[in-house]
């Protein structure tokens, strides 16, 4: 079973403008076989093969010379020193598009080449699990609360969807191999049960303002290790660091970044959530929504291509928005509930347009469990998940 991307209409009109496009992404968020399927004529070699990702980092002119374009080489991240040969390659004939497509698992790493090697001659997509309206319109159900509860617990990972796994199993098998071969390879972690339990520690603040001293206490390590575990999340694209918005608002502003997975599938199991009324009647259900607006906001970016460009607004007098998408001088706010009452305005958002200035405001969405769309004032509508 195959789900359709919101992305690949983005990659197939970069390719006809560039030489190379890079995909990054977690693992198995379905990188390879979206390439895969949108071109099948390409050539495929992934350096996930020890063998070959030596050969590409000891002569990587020769492994080129041997792997002729169009090609896909999946995993790039395991041989970095082959970007330099790439731009040798894309500077014989920088009008011939396409040549060249990348996966990779690892963006810090992968952006570090990109930017010394390939600056202007590669486009740049980071592949997410599956979003809500990815599944929505494959399997076009009803929109229910029902629905939302179980895919916050099933999560995006397409394997799921396309082998109906059950998310236990699928995820304590993710987790593991995650473990294993990206983190072992990025920091010299002995015990990975104390990793592991960082990880489970780390869910239950998904939606909250970060404190590593604060989780350093909880893990009993130091805030520096603290610093470098959720280094390695941001890298392979596990968590999200949200910024704070800034501007002369007249008021002194929370500078902490926000944390949030960009899967609550994942982010259930960690947090032993696995059936869909122990889900509704947690305490962390708000948080959990937050996470999963947050997660098809960012996609609404990545998925064309795009730099992600959103933010949190709180100040010390506990003042918040969710998310802030600025324009200009202009701002586009959002702000999740997991309930509404119909027509009402949340008090929050009252207080902050007249911090920000209405006149500032493109619009509100409020966007909620249910499947209501309504305009409640000017230029504010309660939305759905779909129609984000």
């Avoid at 590669?122 to 592949?127: A, D, G, K, Q």
Wanted: glycine share 6%.
């Amino acid at each position: 079973m195959w789900i359709n991307r919101e992305i690949s209409q983005y990659i197939q009109e970069d390719i006809k403008t560039r030489p190379c496009v890079l995909l990054t992404g977690a693992r198995q968020t379905g990188k390879s076989s979206l390439l895969a399927r949108l071109f099948p004529d390409y050539r495929y070699v992934s350096l996930d093969l020890p063998n070959l990702a030596s050969e590409a980092r000891e002569n990587g002119s020769y492994f080129l010379e041997k792997n002729t374009p169009p090609i896909i080489i999946d995993e790039i991240q395991y041989a970095p020193e082959l970007f330099r040969f790439l731009k040798v390659e894309i500077d014989k004939d920088r009008s011939h598009f396409g040549r060249y497509l990348l996966t990779g698992s690892q963006k810090f790493s992968l952006m570090k080449g990109v930017s010394e090697s390939l600056s202007g001659r590669i486009s740049i997509f980071e592949c997410h699990s599956l979003s809500v309206r990815e599944i929505y319109h494959h399997y076009s159900p009803s929109l229910s609360t029902q629905h939302i509860l179980q895919w916050m617990i099933q999560g995006g990972y397409p394997e799921i969807h396309a082998y109906n796994l059950k998310p236990e199993r699928f995820y304590a098998d993710y987790l593991a191999t995650y473990l294993e071969r990206d983190v072992r390879q990025l920091v010299n972690i002995k015990d990975l049960s104390v990793f592991d339990k960082f990880l489970r520690l780390l869910a239950l603040k998904s939606g909250q303002i970060l404190s590593m001293n604060s989780l350093a206490s909880d893990v009993g390590v130091s805030s520096h290790a603290i610093k470098s575990w959720i280094s390695i999340l941001e890298a392979s694209n596990v968590i999200y660091l949200l910024k704070p918005f800034y501007n002369n608002y007249g008021k002194r502003l929370v500078k902490s970044p926000k944390l949030y997975f960009l899967d609550t599938g994942l982010l259930c199991f960690l947090s032993g959530l696995h059936d869909i009324n122990v889900l509704e009647n947690s305490s962390l259900l708000g948080s959990y929504f937050e996470t999963l607006v947050l997660g098809q906001l960012i996609r609404n970016f990545c998925n064309k291509g795009l730099p992600i460009n959103l933010y949190y607004f709180r100040d010390n007098h506990g003042n918040e928005i969710d998310f802030i998408v600025p324009s200009g001088t202009d701002v586009y706010l959002y702000e999740s509930k997991w309930k509404l009452q119909s027509g009402t305005m949340p008090k929050n958002i009252a207080k902050l347009k007249s911090i920000i200035g209405e006149n500032n405001i493109k619009t509100i969405k409020i966007i909620t469990s249910s499947n209501t769309v309504e305009q409640i004032e000017k230029n504010c509508f309660v939305t759905n998940l779909i129609d984000l």
